[in-house]
Nanobody
Framework: QVQLVESGGGSVHPGGSLRLSCAASGFPFSRYVMSWFRRAPGRERVLVANVIPANTTTYLLDSVKGRFTALRDNDKNTLYLQMNTLRPEETAVYYC??????WGQGTQVTVSS
């Protein structure tokens, strides 16, 4: 069955960096557009980035442009999100998904001074 395991979250100060990973299995990862989403407390899940199989980012949320980079390694079935200059309002649970309907447990990112 499909498994998505997000990791790499944590607590950082504003301006800090984190690198999230999403280990995927149970489906042909290299054929799927992979996405990062986040859900802030009390808010709906928001699309952050899409990465096509050729490792090109085809969508990036406007507010993260220039600070976040989404990458994938098809050999390792893993999706990454490098997040720099983090802001408090980006505190959220971050998820990856191949279809916007299948989810892992997510990884918590807390940005606070």
């Amino acid at each position: 069955q499909v498994q998505l395991v997000e990791s790499g979250g944590g607590s950082v100060h504003p301006g800090g960096s984190l690198r999230l990973s999403c280990a995927a299995s149970g489906f042909p990862f290299s054929r799927y557009v992979m996405s990062w989403f986040r859900r802030a407390p009390g808010r709906e899940r928001v699309l952050v980035a899409n990465v096509i199989p050729a490792n090109t980012t085809t969508y990036l949320l406007d507010s993260v442009k220039g600070r976040f980079t989404a990458l994938r390694d098809n050999d390792k079935n893993t999706l990454y999100l490098q997040m720099n200059t983090l802001r408090p309002e980006e505190t959220a649970v971050y998820y990856c998904s191949p279809d916007s309907a299948t989810w892992g447990q997510g990884t918590q990112v807390t940005v606070s001074s």
